[in-house]
Each structure stands twice: as structure tokens, then as C-alpha cells.
């Protein structure tokens, strides 16, 4: 059974962090794992750990301004005029995407519409991209998006089983977890979770808990120093930091398409609830001298 994963926030939350830690989980488990960057400064490949060999054969698809000339018959940058909104984009996957530990990574890239929300041969190129994507039948499909669904429309929301918005515990986080849900809720997208990260102690776990702007809490990540630390060895998150790792599981496990599908079902949080207290109370503990 296929499963559609889009994660988004604001920048600098930890959204990037989790896409990571969630991508290797699947492929440790031995499944088919296709994750997308669409993120305007792509750093996933980063996180998952990507040797710099591998890293320089990645290049977003948003800059490759030849072969979104030669798919959609405009430059990019060109407003108005003719060119194709649904140009060709199968063999794109197959074609940039690398692969590390059984992860494939594609980098997206995004664009900036500034606001206007034209048409541009290049969002007509992401945009179909993704459309594609989403009806592929890749076992799992990571997306990680910016502070937005800008990529998405009512056409495709039924194929995202989830949208993790990540926030930080602070009320100016939950504010753009707001703004996002809005924005999904627009275009017909209602499936929502909310997964808090750099939370320090269980204090900033009950804020958001009590605060959540009514989007369910799917669960916590801990507050770690290993975070940046991996970043700078130009290691993996999943491996430097086993907290994370060991949260990233426990959310993993309930993002099985069938506990999805019973919870949008019955909108009981139960299983949930009793997962949260069994993820959040060890981690605290554990990782006091890294906070």
C-alpha cells in the first residue's frame, strides 16, 4: 500500500529534519522510498547524510532552465504569452533522482511567485511534477515542502494521505501552523497533523498539547544538540542522533495507512494519546545533558 506524506513549516522548525529522519526510517524497513526536496534552499540530501559525490550530481529541477524551455516551449521567467502548462514529466524522477541507503532524493526546488500567483512556465513544470509524483505508485512518497501547498491543488489532495505541519513550541510557530492550515483547508485538504520539534521538557510538550490550533498532535521530537552537530560532521541525523530516531519511529508506526484511515474514520485520538506519553516522557529523560 502506497503512502503520500507531504511535510511542511516554517523555516528553520525542523521540517527538513523530519522528512529525513521518516524517509530512512521506511527504508530501513525495506521500502521503496522516493523523497522530494521542493524547498527553495534544498538541504535534505544534507541531513540524510549524502556523500558530497552524491550531492553534486543533485540539482533542482526549478533551475534547470534549458529543460524547462524544452518541456513547456518557454523560457523561464517569461509571463503571459504561450507555453505548455502540462508539459512532460514521467521520465523526470528516474532521470534526476539519487539514491543513498535506499533513499531516492529528488530536488525540486521552488518558485517564487512574489505573492502575484501567475503562471509561469517553471510553476507549470513543478506543479505537474507534482502532480505526477502523487500518482505514482512509489510505496512511499516524501515531500518537503516550504511554509506552504503552493505545489498543490484541489486535484491531488486526495492523494496526500497526511500533511505534517512541524512548529516549534512557541506561539509565533502554531501562528504559521495556522496560516498553513488555512491554505490546505483552500484547496479541499483537511488531513493535518502536527508534530512538535526541539521541545525541551515536558512543559513545552503540554503547551503544545493545550495549544494546538486544532490540529491533532501526532507527536514530539526532542530538543538535541546532536542536531547541528551531524550537520557540521556531514553525517545523518537518523544515525548521530538516536533520541530522533527513535521518536521518528514511534511516528512512523502510526502513519500506517490503516490507523490513518481509522482515525479520519472515527477522529479517535486514543492510540495517538497513548503513543505521544510513551515517545515523549523516555526522550526527556534520556536527553537532559543534550538540551
Not at 521518516?22 to 535534505?44: E, I, K, M, T
Not at 524544452?70 to 502540462?86: L, Q, Y
Not at 521552488?110 to 503562471?119: A, E, K, Q, R, Y
Not at 484511515?261 to 494519546?273: E, I, K, P, S
Amino acid at each position: 500500500m502506497t503512502m503520500k506524506l507531504a511535510i511542511s513549516g516554517k523555516g528553520g522548525v525542523g521540517k527538513t529534519t523530519l522528512a529525513a529522519l521518516l524517509a530512512q526510517v521506511y527504508a530501513d524497513q525495506g521500502r521503496d522510498v522516493l523523497a522530494v526536496d521542493a524547498d527553495p534552499a534544498p538541504c535534505l540530501a544534507g541531513a540524510l547524510g549524502f556523500p558530497d559525490d552524491l550531492r553534486a550530481q543533485l540539482h533542482p529541477i526549478s533551475e534547470m532552465d534549458e529543460l524547462i524551455e524544452e518541456r513547456t516551449g518557454a523560457k523561464p521567467g517569461t509571463v503571459g504569452g504561450f507555453f505548455t502548462i502540462n508539459p512532460r514529466v514521467d521520465d523526470l524522477p528516474e532521470r534526476f533522482c539519487v539514491t543513498h541507503r535506499g533513499v531516492r532524493l529528488l530536488e525540486m526546488g521552488s518558485v517564487d511567485l512574489g505573492g502575484s500567483g501567475c503562471i509561469c512556465p517553471e510553476s507549470a513544470m513543478l506543479k505537474t511534477l507534482f502532480t505526477h509524483l502523487l500518482f505514482r505508485d512509489d510505496e512511499v512518497l516524501i515531500l518537503d515542502m516550504y511554509a506552504g501547498v503552493e505545489h498543490l491543488g484541489r486535484a491531488t489532495v486526495d492523494f496526500v494521505d497526511a500533511l505534517i505541519i512541524v512548529v516549534e513550541p512557541t506561539r509565533r510557530s502554531l501562528g504559521t501552523a495556522v496560516q498553513i492550515k488555512k491554505l490546505a483547508n483552500d484547496i479541499g485538504l483537511t488531513r493535518l497533523w502536527l508534530v512538535g520539534n526541539k521541545v525541551r521538557n515536558e512543559d513545552e510538550a503540554a503547551f503544545l498539547r493545550a495549544e494546538s490550533p486544532g490540529i491533532p498532535l501526532l507527536g514530539l521530537l526532542p530538543a538535541n544538540l546532536g542536531v547541528q552537530e551531524a550537520d557540521r560532521l556531514g553525517t545523518a541525523v537518523y544515525d548521530h542522533v538516536p533520541a530522533l530516531r527513535q521518536a521518528a519511529e514511534k511516528i512512523a508506526e502510526f502513519l500506517s495507512p490503516e490507523k490513518l484511515a481509522h482515525y479520519w474514520d472515527t477522529h479517535d485520538l486514543t492510540d495517538f494519546d497513548d503513543q505521544l506519553e510513551e515517545v515523549t516522557e523516555p526522550v526527556f529523560k534520556r536527553d537532559e545533558d543534550q538540551l
